[in-house]
């Protein structure tokens, strides 16, 4: 079955029909992690979830294996398991505007009363991703994808962004930049807010890098809070290969308190 579905795919990235793929649910299996991979999935539209258990591979096939015979849910090549690595593209995608970013009052009230919190990029890349994935029962975020990650933020594609308390760091997100859009893989957050206004700040640096917006990958409420709204996909894959920003993420250290307006 899975070679019968690689020769339907052509075995490429440019072969997957990521606009007529189904809303919901995965739109490929397979593949690698490797920063080569990751980088053609983000310019397609595409982020990773890898499975980091063999209980959640066998999970995904039972869940799919349907999809995949049917052909709606492509495979591609380079791993025996290929249910290890689910490729998603969410229908509509959350988008934050970075022009429409904003802050709920408590959280702007917040920043006003701690002024020694401040905000660095790209200051610890690698920290800010292992921090993503401390204490989650999902640990989509695998020693692979942590690799390929790390790879992508030394070649320039992947960015982080720090909260700091004096010395401590409190809170922080990353992802991977493609043209005027940031798609923000994780956050975390040691101190309560550090995260949304990790999120915020990202927002405002990558609006001075001439960025349009930030995609969040999954909707809710916390996002919905920060200004992200639910965008077609069409439109987003729009987004992804249109106007680039060719402005480097600025990555000086700046009080937090400043995106309280």
């Given at each position: 079955m899975y070679i019968h579905t690689l020769a339907r795919t052509g075995g490429s990235w440019e072969s997957l029909d990521v606009l007529g793929a189904p809303a919901d649910g995965p739109v490929a299996f397979g593949g690698d992690l490797g920063p080569q991979s990751l980088l053609a999935a983000y310019r397609r539209g595409l982020y990773p979830f890898p499975a980091a258990t063999e209980e959640q591979r066998i999970v995904n096939e039972l869940l799919h294996e349907a999809d995949v015979a049917a052909g709606a849910v492509k495979v591609l090549p380079g791993r025996e398991e290929p249910f290890s690595i689910a490729w998603c593209s969410?229908?509509?995608?959350?988008?934050?505007?970075?022009?429409?970013?904003?802050?709920?009052?408590?959280?702007?009230?917040?920043l006003r009363r701690t002024p020694e919190w401040t905000t660095t990029a790209d200051m610890c890349f690698e920290r800010v991703v292992r921090q993503c994935r401390t204490g989650r029962s999902e640990q989509w975020l695998t020693d692979d994808l942590l690799r390929g990650l790390c790879v992508l933020h030394e070649l320039g594609h992947?960015?982080?962004?720090?909260?700091?308390?004096?010395?401590?760091?409190?809170?922080?997100?990353?992802?991977?930049?493609?043209g005027a859009v940031f798609s923000a893989d994780s956050q975390f957050t040691?101190?309560?807010?550090?995260?949304?206004?990790?999120?915020?700040?990202?927002?405002?640096?990558?609006?001075?890098?001439?960025?349009?917006?930030?995609?969040?990958?999954?909707?809710?409420?916390?996002?919905?809070?920060?200004g992200a709204r639910p965008v077609p996909r069409a439109r987003y894959l729009a987004l992804l290969t249109g106007r680039r920003a060719t402005r480097p993420l600025p990555t000086e250290r700046l009080p937090a308190r400043r995106l309280a307006g």
């Open positions: 969410p229908d509509p995608r959350p988008v934050i505007p970075v022009r429409e970013a904003r802050l709920q009052r408590s959280l702007r009230r917040q992947a960015h982080s962004v720090e909260v700091w308390e004096g010395d401590e760091l409190v809170g922080g997100t990353f992802g991977v930049r493609v040691v101190r309560s807010g550090a995260g949304k206004t990790a999120v915020a700040d990202l927002t405002r640096r990558f609006a001075a890098a001439g960025g349009l917006a930030v995609d969040v990958q999954r909707d809710g409420d916390h996002v919905r809070l920060l």
